[in-house]
């Protein structure tokens, strides 16, 4: 009976461990199958962040360039005040301290030093050598007094907004 009983255990033995085989064959699978799943998440996760991070660049980009745009079309709006306010101020007469005068220069201070805050500035014109890019050439004079495209006198000052958006050019008479 123990040699029966050896022979009827053995195929059970022998199918116990085919399924264990097929078992692990199926573990191993599922877990390849999970790890290949995850590795898909995972990259997809990758690269929605890497989208989210460019997205939030590229507005923060666009957000300051916004403001930067509106900085500068309420500067240009308000160049033609500030000219106006130097054309009283060189209207007032020499010595001339009444509380009007003194008014519109206190102003006109004001404005310059708001614009400076804003990144404002006058373009450099007199004396300086013309530059297409910031400067508007309207007239020109033959003149041995001065160098070469030296720019001799300033029709209207020029404007730039943080040393590299020119507002307005400056429109002057140039040397020949």
């Not at 403001?67 to 308000?78: I, R, S």
């Not at 309207?138 to 020029?158: A, C, L, Q, R």
């Not at 590299?164 to 400056?170: A, E, P, T």
Request: aromatic letters at 8%.
């Amino acid at each position: 009976m123990s040699k029966k009983k050896a022979t009827e255990e053995q195929p059970e033995k022998e199918a116990t461990e085919e399924m264990t085989e097929e078992t692990a064959k199926e573990t191993s699978d599922e877990a390849a199958c999970v790890k290949e799943e995850k590795d898909d998440w995972q990259d997809k996760y990758l690269r929605l962040f890497a989208e989210f991070d460019n997205y939030k660049k590229r507005t923060q980009k666009e957000t300051l360039a916004s403001y930067g745009n509106g900085v500068a079309d309420t500067a240009e709006k308000l160049l033609a005040i500030i000219d106006n306010f130097e054309r009283a101020i060189d209207a007032i007469e020499e010595g001339d301290n009444s509380p009007l005068a003194e008014g519109v220069k206190m102003i006109y201070k004001q404005f310059k030093e708001t614009f400076t805050g804003m990144g404002i500035s006058e373009i450099p014109a007199l004396g300086e050598q013309f530059d297409p890019n910031v400067h508007n050439a309207v007239m020109h004079i033959d003149d041995e007094n001065y160098g070469e495209n030296e720019i001799v006198e300033v029709f209207m000052k020029g404007y730039k907004y943080k040393d590299s958006k020119v507002l307005r050019h400056s429109m002057v008479k140039v040397a020949n």
